[in-house]
């Protein structure tokens, strides 16, 4: 059974820094890429970060390049995003899959990390 797992999340104010996890089972982790998503209020889930599990290369989306670094740990089955210089745009709920850029390999998602940032 698939299953992702977000901590990390809370609420900091414009130019701080978070970083969110995402423990993830019932799959084989280091054959996968990674990826993380947002979903802002009211808005559709959007694309945020991938790492290549056969590289750990990254793509970043355009919004965040240069604030935000994905990582993992295929020992632990974690995900990372470090996140700095926040904004209040950033605002959103953060979910993990695996996967590639838009493309998310399962349907299945977790509950998500409530991150706000306020000015």
């Known amino acids: 059974q698939v299953q992702f797992v977000e901590s990390g999340g809370g609420l900091v104010q414009l130019g701080g820094s978070l970083r969110l996890s995402c423990a993830a089972s019932?799959?084989?982790?280091?054959?996968?890429?990674m990826s993380w998503y947002r979903q802002p209020p009211g808005k559709e889930r959007e694309f945020v970060a991938s790492?290549?599990?056969?590289?750990?290369?990254?793509k970043i989306a355009d919004s965040v390049k240069g604030r935000f670094t994905i990582s993992r740990d295929n020992a632990k089955n974690t995900v990372y995003l470090q996140m700095n210089s926040l904004k209040p745009e950033d605002t959103a709920v953060y979910f993990c899959?695996?996967?590639?850029?838009?493309?998310?390999?399962?349907?299945?998602w977790g509950q998500g990390t409530q991150v706000t940032v306020s000015s």
């Open positions: 019932g799959f084989s982790f280091s054959s996968v890429s």
């Open positions: 899959n695996a996967g590639y850029g838009g493309r998310w390999l399962y349907d299945s």
């Open positions: 790492i290549i599990n056969a590289d750990w290369m990254s």
